[in-house]
């Protein structure tokens, strides 16, 4: 029982490249959240999943995109990467709503 | 909106007790956590209290809510070295949003 896992671990990318956060978690949970991680500033909801089928987006979806691909894995995706996006980002998942939240290990990403 | 706020920085010596402090705004918070993240990991939840509790104890922890002043508390016994991290407190509104304060970086002196 892995929990919540997410690839890779870190990532260098230049401006305006395209890259994909994948994240899985074997809990058997409905609802799938991202978070970006900056100093001084917690965590920052990027988008999540409710259930299998439905996104929605969070405090700050701007520049960012998931998908659902199944009820195990919810990927996020920067298709124009910015410096501003350098980040550690972390997945997370739950039974659902209210309930507590799992976190994966981490993508530490940096935008050059 | 919804704020948590908590002090960023508490240091203390092996032994002695943490407490550290969280204020929240929003009153309709459902369950309130406290989670911990250790260098180059995830956060991992230590321990959770309803809204509709005052207290709760968990070995080395105590987490003290007072509702009418919106303030959280984590007290740790018997600090160890091992408890040297990071401190986020967050509240749950309802629906899937989760509030997360900014953390406090707890130093534990040997």
């Known amino acids: 029982n892995a929990g919540v896992t997410q690839t890779p671990k870190f990532q260098v990318l230049k401006t305006g490249q395209s890259m994909t956060l994948q994240c899985a978690q074997d809990?058997?949970?409905?609802?799938m959240y991202w978070y970006r991680q900056d100093p001084g500033m917690g965590l920052r909801l990027i988008y999540y999943s409710a259930s299998e089928g439905t996104t929605d987006k969070g405090e700050v979806p701007n520049g960012y995109n998931v998908s659902r691909l199944n009820k195990r894995e919810f990927s996020l995706r920067l298709e124009s990467a910015a410096p501003s996006q350098t980040s550690v980002y972390f997945c997370?998942?739950?039974?659902?709503?209210?309930?507590?939240?799992?976190f994966g290990p981490g993508t530490r990403l940096l935008v050059l | 909106g919804e704020d948590v706020e908590q002090s960023l920085f508490l240091s203390v010596r092996e032994g002695d007790s943490s407490v550290i402090n969280c204020t929240y705004t929003?009153?309709?918070?459902?369950?309130l956590y406290w989670y911990k993240q250790e260098p180059g990991a995830g956060l991992q939840l230590l321990t959770y209290i309803f809204s509709n509790m005052d207290m709760k104890q968990d070995q080395r922890l105590t987490v003290l809510l007072n509702k009418k002043d919106k303030h959280l508390s984590l007290r740790i016994a018997d600090t160890q070295t091992g408890d040297s991290a990071i401190y986020f407190c967050a509240e749950t509104t309802g629906g899937f949003k989760t509030i997360f304060g900014a953390g406090t970086r707890l130093f534990v002196k040997a």
């Open positions: 997370a998942s739950s039974g659902a709503r209210e309930e507590t939240q799992y």
């Open positions: 809990m058997n949970h409905n609802s």
């Open positions: 929003d009153s309709s918070s459902t369950y």
